[in-house]
């Protein structure tokens, strides 16, 4: 009876080690590149969705930045600020000093007006993601694309605040859903 009752033991015991061994079918890393420096895991907003969201949506897929078969590497940056940055440029200046070229009183000044930032389309700020794959030597570029959330319309900039383009952009930045959209690419491409 002691004898069936150690190899149920044992059996339970070790069972939770065989399921995780059988569940970890694809391995990945995750990287965020500022363009000075490399850093190597997740984002407090990454983990919150990995913790709540990875066993269920991405079974077989463990995060291992020791041995990956993949590394997600991401940045995050501004397309088209260079189309609206002569402008704001500008702006910020005629705001800065009150002189207004088109009007004649200083009621209507723009550094007196709160005004409605209207968000541009050929402005977008966006978290790029690549997936490297690293069973190749050199890492092979397998798949590129991006995560960005829409900016709501019409955001105030009160009298004294300065333009910036980011102010313009029609989206922002998710890094979050960048590395969620690779892991759902990764997820479909390996059939896990």
Known sequence: MLRKFLSL???VAATPVFLFAQECKLRFSVVYNSGESMQ???TADQKKM???DGSKKFKGMCLDPKQPDFIILWSAGLNGAELVKASLDRFNVVRSTGEAPTTSSAERSPNSTTLTIRPSNQVREKANYIILDASKTPYALIRQGEGYQDVPQGRRN???ETLHSADLASTIADPTAAVENALKWLKKEKKL
């Open 9 to 11: 033991l044992i059996l």
């Open 40 to 42: 190597v895991g997740l």
């Open 50 to 52: 990995w913790d709540h």
């Open 158 to 160: 009160a009298p004294g």
